[in-house]
């Protein structure tokens, strides 16, 4: 089974910068669309960002659309999220999933899609 790790979380002030990364062990992750997921205490999963297997194809949330970036090194077998301008309402717990059905990404970033997911790693931004 493809296992995913997060790692970069933090406490940052706002309008600082994180950098997530998401790596898999046992399996490559070459050939999966790639999404980042979080979820804020009290409130449901919301879809950040996605990128296809070839790292040609990015889709983002309106809410962090030119604050956010996701890239992937698949000989790294790593995604990673570069989160700029960082303001309170992102933190949340960030989640990195795998599509395991396709290498590319859907329109819409819904959780069901994703079949595989890391434990999540929090963030915090706050002064």
């Known amino acids: 089974q493809l296992q995913l790790v997060e790692f970069g979380g933090g406490l940052v002030q706002p309008g600082g910068s994180l950098r997530l990364s998401c790596a898999a062990s046992k399996f490559t992750l070459d050939g999966y669309a790639i999404g980042w997921f979080r979820q804020a205490p009290g409130k449901e999963y919301e879809g950040v960002s996605c990128?296809?297997?070839?790292?040609?194809?990015?889709t983002y949330a309106d809410s962090v659309k030119g604050r956010f970036t996701i890239s992937r090194d698949n000989a790294k077998n790593t995604v990673y999220l570069q989160m700029n301008s960082l303001k309170p309402e992102d933190t949340a717990v960030y989640y990195c999933?795998?599509?395991?059905?396709?290498?590319?990404?859907?329109?819409?970033?819904?959780?069901?899609?994703?079949?595989?997911w890391g434990q999540g790693t929090q963030v915090t931004v706050s002064s």
């Open positions: 990128i296809d297997t070839w790292g040609d194809t990015t």
């Open positions: 999933a795998a599509d395991l059905a396709r290498g590319y990404c859907l329109p819409a970033l819904t959780q069901v899609d994703f079949g595989s």
